[in-house]
Structures are given as C-alpha cells and as structure tokens.
C-alpha cells in the first residue's frame, strides 16, 4: 500500500540544504498583480523511505510579504505534471489574481529544467534522511574478523 494514502512525513528541504535552497529557491515574476512582484516557492517532499511516491509540495509566498503563504502546490514527480498539479489558495486573493498566479506556478512546473532540480532535491533530500536514519544502525555496528 502506498504511504501517502495514509500518513506522508513532508520536510522542507530548505532545513536540511540552506545553503543549496538560497541560491535555488525558484522565484517568479508575477507582473500582473498589483503589490506582488514576484513568488518564491518552497519545497517540501515525502521522505518516508519505504515509499516511492515522488510527492512534493510547493508553498507559494510573497516577495513582498513572505510572511504569508499564499498557496500550497501539490505534485508528483513520476506523473505527467499537468496532471499531478493541485493548487489550492491559502491567502484571500480575487480571482484575477488567483488565475496570475496558477498560470505562472503551472508554466514553471512545466519547465524541465525546473522539473530536474526538483527531482534531484528531492534526491538529495531522501539521501540526507536515509543517512540520518541509518547513522546510529552504523555506529553500533561490531565487525568480527
């Protein structure tokens, strides 16, 4: 059974790779709504190891409130991106804004550059959690000769 349909541990991948998440966080230029110059998105993945799901979320703020969280995206990486994409709007915005922005997050996400970087964060990601895991199994371990 997959994880996801019952417990998915998402972690922001900006926790474990500061360094890496500041010079790659993807920003967008949203020139359509007034007040908001561009979105930042965030990355968070499912690092349940037995699982395969490939699932991450995007959480969407302001370059001029980045306080706010003004959506959250849900995808897959082994799926077709279009269908596999899932916004929903955390912060009131008029509908006009709204559609500016789901068109900016779904051109982003159609990009394979950006679809390359996410899958090898999230790679990363998993490697970082599997060490973290298996560290103190390796400490432990007694080699006899």
Excluded: W
């Amino acid at each position: 059974m997959d994880c996801c349909l019952i417990y998915m541990p998402m972690q922001f991948f900006h926790d474990h790779f500061p360094d890496i998440s500041r010079d790659e966080t993807k920003t967008i230029p949203i020139t359509a709504v007034p007040g908001m110059p561009a979105i930042a998105l965030f990355e968070y993945y499912c690092t349940e190891l037995a699982c395969g799901c490939q699932s991450g979320k995007l959480g969407v703020v302001s370059i001029a409130k980045p306080k706010t969280v003004l959506a959250s995206v849900s995808f897959s990486l082994t799926a077709h991106i279009d269908s596999s994409v899932d916004i929903e709007f955390t912060s009131p915005m008029m509908d006009r804004e709204k559609k500016k922005i789901s068109q900016a997050l779904l051109r982003a996400l159609r990009d394979k550059r950006y679809q390359n970087l996410l899958a090898e964060h999230r790679l990363l990601l998993r490697a970082r959690i599997f060490d973290l895991v298996t560290e103190p199994m390796r400490k432990n371990t007694v080699l006899y000769h």
